[in-house]
């Protein structure tokens, strides 16, 4: 996509009300200095979004945990307590089964902190 389509997509959002006064002269700045286009799919080095950056920084945690420290992990990602997502485990054990086998595939392969 050119300059001029990022441009009228940028003026067509402004103009419903979608892109604020601000956002839309940083968008429009950013894209007349030759920075990446604000629509463009493969955009390289755009910063990722922060659900991107939660899960990356999703780590098992060492001091709030009963078994391998997931609940407490994902707690503190999610800003939820981690009795939350214990009772949300064992529910999904007691009802499908499938509680322990997300437990200990993200026992395995979420870091420790």
Do not use: Q
């Not at 949300?88 to 054990?93: E, G, N, Q, R």
Request: charged share 20%; with cysteine.
């Amino acid at each position: 996509m050119n300059d001029a389509e990022e441009l009228h997509k940028l003026a067509d959002l402004h103009a419903r009300g979608v892109l604020n006064d601000e956002e839309f002269a940083k968008a429009k700045a950013r894209l007349l200095n030759g920075g990446t286009a604000p629509f463009s799919s493969a955009s390289p080095g755009a910063a990722p979004g922060p659900n991107v950056n939660a899960v990356n920084g999703l780590r098992r945690a060492r001091m709030d945990r009963w078994i391998g420290g997931v609940c407490g992990g994902i707690a503190r990602a999610t800003g939820l307590d981690s009795w939350v997502w214990r009772l949300i485990f064992t529910v999904l054990f007691l009802a499908f089964g499938s509680g322990i086998f997300l437990y200990i595939l993200l026992w395995i392969f979420v870091p420790e902190e």
